[in-house]
């Protein structure tokens, strides 16, 4: 039994296939040792391939790894497997003249990305998967939707399902859990990118999107990581906790920042690119899905430095007179938040509501408007806290996200 050693792309090997009965399927010299797969002298024949394609999440960065496996007709990995890397910032990557036992391989891209939500890099690295058949595809791009299909395909071939039909339920499955209507003759999840500007790719831009949120990297590998476990053996969405992170993002999206800031990320390179409407099929989503909000993207903690939190989801009546906390943490500095308090009722003698200043933390306060009896609180840092007290009323607390002039959130609360 000769021993099995992978040959990386990175050193530049040319790897041949035997005629006739071959030993080794792949066989080539690496530093003077014959490498490949030992298949006891029945082996397929190999063929030569060339890929390239992108990988984005928003785009990986220059200098990330791509990693390829050879796998059989079952979706096995065969012991043949390649490195690359990503060759400039718009995630492309090439390999060039690979001999394969099969058209099979899978797909893994490691690194940093740009982030199309907040408009900026990554600050930690990703993993992206995908699947593929080279010899149905003129390229395989990498993205999130053909990492979210890829357990699910290989689980429907293990159970009988042909690769054209596998890829072809698992995609539709994933469409589904963001309402996308699956009629569509949809292409290949790998033949998808942000950077091309069909209906198709808009539908990519949408999920993506979607999935990315105000997520940081842990966060957002965290969820990718459990929604593919969750559509493995079903193709179905099961968990509610998932389905109400989802949501809960989706609903706050900015899809004119997030459209300009494609456009800006491939300005940058030289690149122009048609950016298709996308923030319908967001907007579908939203507005038809059964998910539903279980948590806030924005923290409303149970009580601040001051006291009980007026922005909490659970008090509704405060004590008149006494101070409590104003506190509403972003997660991140891409999602903006301003505050708008209003009075409805109550007959106010010193202004209605007040506040001490030595306990401003991190918002922005604006005079009292005292036509409309309104006041504006625009959050200034990621985690907010003021000392705040009411006279006798009723008041309306409306939270603003991203410039939106629809409210994200509506609190009404008495003081007593």
Not at 137 to 158: C, D, G, I, M
Not at 240 to 255: G, M, N, R, W
Request: charged letters at 15%; a negative charge; glycine letters at 6%.
């Amino acid at each position: 039994m000769r021993t099995l050693i992978t040959a990386f792309f990175a050193l530049s090997l040319f790897y041949s296939c035997s005629t006739g009965t071959p030993t080794f399927c792949g066989d080539g010299i690496q530093n003077g040792n014959e490498t490949g797969i030992d298949c006891g002298g029945d082996c397929p024949p190999c063929a030569s391939y060339s890929i390239e394609g992108h990988a984005q999440k928003g785009p990986f960065l220059n200098g990330s790894s791509v990693f390829l496996s050879a796998l059989d007709s079952n979706l096995n990995q065969v012991g043949i497997s390649y490195n690359s890397q990503i060759l400039d910032n718009s995630g492309y990557f090439l390999f060039n003249s690979l001999n394969l036992p099969t058209p099979y391989v899978a797909l893994r891209a490691d690194g940093f990305y740009f982030n199309e939500v907040c408009g900026n890099p990554s600050a930690a690295q990703i993993t992206l998967n995908a699947v593929s058949n080279l010899g149905a595809v003129p390229a395989v791009n990498v993205n999130t939707l053909t990492h979210l299909e890829k357990a699910r395909v290989e689980y429907l071939v293990s159970n009988g399902k042909s690769f054209a039909q596998a890829k072809e339920q698992a995609l539709k499955e994933v469409l589904s859990i963001f309402n996308i209507d699956t009629t569509m003759a949809m292409p290949d999840a790998e033949l998808l990118s942000i950077a091309n500007s069909s209906v198709y790719d808009g539908v990519l831009i949408a999920i993506t999107s979607i999935l990315q949120g105000y997520r940081s990297e842990s966060e957002f590998s965290d969820l990718m990581a459990n929604l593919v476990t969750d559509l493995r053996t079903d193709g179905v969405l099961n968990s509610a906790s998932l389905a109400s992170e989802l949501i809960s993002h989706a609903k706050l999206l900015d899809t004119v920042a997030i459209r300009q800031n494609i456009i800006d990320r491939y300005d940058a390179m030289g690149i122009t690119v048609n950016v298709p409407f996308f923030g319908q099929h967001i907007q579908n989503y939203v507005d038809n899905t059964n998910h539903q909000v279980q948590s806030s993207v924005v923290d409303y903690p149970e009580n601040g430095l001051n006291g009980l939190n007026l922005l909490n989801t659970t008090d509704s009546v405060y004590t008149e007179w006494d101070f409590h906390s104003l506190v509403a943490n972003r997660p991140n500095d891409c999602l903006s938040l301003k505050l708008v308090i209003k009075k409805l009722s109550g007959n106010c003698q010193y202004g209605c509501w007040f506040y001490s200043v030595s306990s401003v933390q991190n918002w922005n306060i604006s005079s009292l408007d005292q036509t409309t009896q309104t006041q504006t609180f625009i959050s200034t840092g990621l985690e907010t806290d003021l000392e705040l007290g009411f006279e006798y009323g009723m008041y309306q607390l409306s939270i603003y996200i991203n410039d939106n002039p629809v409210p994200s959130r509506v609190k009404v609360i008495q003081v007593n």
